[in-house]
T-cell receptor
Framework: DGGITQSPKYLFRKEGQNVTLSCEQN?????MYWYRQDPGQGLRLIYYSQIVNDFQKGDIAEGYSVSREKKESFPLTVTSAQKNPTAFYLCASSIIGLTNTEAFFGQGTRLTVV | AQTVTQSQPEMSVQEAETVTLSCTYDTSESDYYLFWYKQPPSRQMILVIR??????QNATENRFSVNFQKAAKSFSLKISDSQLGDAAMYFC????????????FGKGTLLTVNP
């Protein structure tokens, strides 16, 4: 079945360590996104990419990095510079070039710093 | 920058009754796209309904409908005949026109459905 796969579902990280969250899609979508969700904050955009080898910062990019080497993959690295990384992370993708395209979401990764 | 405001952090409704969730947004664009997403306890985001700003007709999807007031920049969601399965967090989202596919979300409204 087509969809977006995020892994792992739960991730624990020690302070000072970098960690990478995986996001893969087989929907042939051009655009991919990373959102962070905190209680009472809704979804905040970290990074997004509309084409391979290109990406843009969202509203809260500090302490995060991404790459887009393949159309189907958009991994997110949470670096040690991110002051408060414990959160729920959602990856999404969408078609571009059509008018009213919805974003499809993965099932999320819960990251906890211990 | 675009902002999306959901002024009701929590709402409750009796099963089979109707409830309306509010959303306002700020934009200088004349054409854009609006969405309502549902996030049940599984945390999987599901599209409920979408609206193009250039369309005057309000979108409907079965028991879900919107009241789109472009001049007021308001985009409310009405759920009719509420069911227990409608209990979830609901997010309003805005996307600008053209080649920018950045989605901006509100902070969400937690809907409880009482039996």
């Amino acid at each position: 079945d087509g969809g977006i796969t995020q892994s792992p579902k739960y991730l624990f990280r020690k302070e000072g360590q970098n960690v990478t969250l995986s996001c893969e899609q087989n929907l042939n979508h051009d655009a991919m996104y990373w959102y962070r969700q905190d209680p009472g904050q809704g979804l905040r955009l970290i990074y997004y990419s509309q084409i391979v080898n290109d990406f843009q910062k969202g509203d809260i990019a500090e302490g995060y990095s991404v790459s887009r080497e393949k159309k189907e993959s958009f991994p997110l690295t949470v670096t040690s510079a991110q002051k408060n990384p414990t959160a729920f992370y959602l990856c999404a993708s969408s078609i571009i070039g059509l008018t009213n395209t919805e974003a499809f979401f993965g099932q999320g990764t819960r990251l906890t710093v211990v | 920058a675009q902002t999306v405001t959901q002024s009701q952090p929590e709402m409750s409704v009796q099963e089979a009754e109707t409830v309306t969730l509010s959303c306002t947004y700020d934009t200088s664009e004349s054409d854009y796209y609006l969405f309502w997403y549902k996030q049940p306890p599984s945390r999987q985001m599901i599209l409920v309904i979408r609206q193009e700003a250039y369309k005057q007709q309000n979108a409907t999807e079965n028991r879900f409908s919107v009241n789109f007031q472009k001049a007021a920049k308001s985009f409310s969601l009405k759920i009719s005949d509420s069911q227990l399965g409608d209990a979830a967090m609901y997010f309003c989202a805005y996307r600008p026109p053209g080649s920018n596919y950045k989605l901006t979300f509100g902070k969400g409204t937690l809907l409880t459905v009482n039996p």
